[in-house]
């Protein structure tokens, strides 16, 4: 996370809707994905729900919204029981991304959805209503040595 006085520039994924309001409402705990994420853990990421599956690359959605921050704290083999009990088909060599740490974004925040991680301005943020702002930018400042 990236931040000055107007713009905060984030690491932000997205997923298709409704998935992101599953994962704020717990129902959700994994996020499934053929690729691994930069780093373990990966904090602070802003999960943006959209309504396109974004299949091409350079592909996008104009009407994404940012919902919320997660970490990623560990990522496993998805399993096929795993599939079973999240009632969706097994696709061999796929993983769990562990998600924790869900903070909701709210409001959300309209923005670009876009494949892979990528970063985004969400200057909105200063509008949010959670104490929870201070503290993701208090542990990045302190992470990245800001001043």
């Not at 959209?50 to 994404?64: A, C, K, M, V």
């Not at 740490?101 to 923005?111: D, T």
């Not at 990528?118 to 992470?143: M, P, Q, W």
Request: glycine share 6%; hydrophobic share 40%; proline share 7%.
């Amino acid at each position: 996370m990236t931040g000055n006085n107007s713009v905060l520039i984030v690491n932000a994924l997205s997923i298709v809707s409704p998935s992101v309001q599953n994962i704020v409402a717990g129902k959700k705990v994994v996020e499934i994905r053929s690729w691994l994420p930069p780093e373990i853990p990966f904090l602070d990421l802003v999960l943006v729900e959209n309504e396109i599956y974004l299949t091409e690359e350079g592909q996008e959605d104009p009407n994404g919204l940012a919902r919320a921050i997660v970490d990623i704290t560990g990522v496993h083999e998805w399993t096929p029981e795993e599939a079973e009990s999240q009632g969706i088909e097994w696709i061999p060599n796929y993983l769990c991304w562990e998600l924790s740490n869900v903070r909701r974004m709210e409001p959300p925040i309209p923005c670009v959805a876009r494949r892979k991680i990528y970063r985004i301005n969400i200057s909105g943020l200063s509008t949010f209503k959670l104490s929870v702002y201070s503290f993701v930018v208090g542990r990045f400042i302190a992470r990245h040595n800001v001043r």
